[in-house]
Nanobody, 127 residues
């Protein structure tokens, strides 16, 4: 069982920024495709961004393009999500998810494509 945890959520005003981090322990996160998903109350879980482990390609939902950036910090063994220009509609629980298997392409649409999920971190954008 892969062990990892999300952090960095919180309350921020519209237009503000947050940086989420998915930190792994006991394995090298760089070998795995990682996705960030979010789920708002009453809505389905949706893909926000993901990063592949075979070619480091990245993908973003249309709603966050130009505002969010996903990256790896191999020294810290994390995958981070920098979120800028936050909007109230970004409010949700954000989850880090890992796709089983080494050196794979990530998939932005497809909750079922991911085998391991974190506990989530709450992001609230409100004035």
């Amino acid at each position: 069982q892969l062990q990892f945890v999300e952090s960095g959520g919180g309350l921020v005003q519209p237009g503000g920024s947050l940086r989420l981090s998915c930190a792994a322990s006991g394995f090298t996160l760089d070998y795995f495709a990682v996705g960030w998903f979010r789920q708002a109350p009453g809505k389905e879980r949706e893909g926000v961004s993901c990063i592949s482990s075979n070619d480091e390609s990245t993908y973003y939902a249309d709603s966050v393009k130009g505002r969010f950036a996903i990256s790896r910090d191999n020294a810290k063994n994390t995958v981070d999500l920098q979120m800028n220009s936050l909007k109230p509609e970004d409010t949700a629980v954000y989850y880090c998810a890992i796709r089983e298997g080494l050196f794979r392409q990530c998939v932005l649409e497809g909750v079922h494509e991911y085998d391991y999920w974190g506990q989530g971190t709450q992001v609230t954008v409100s004035s």
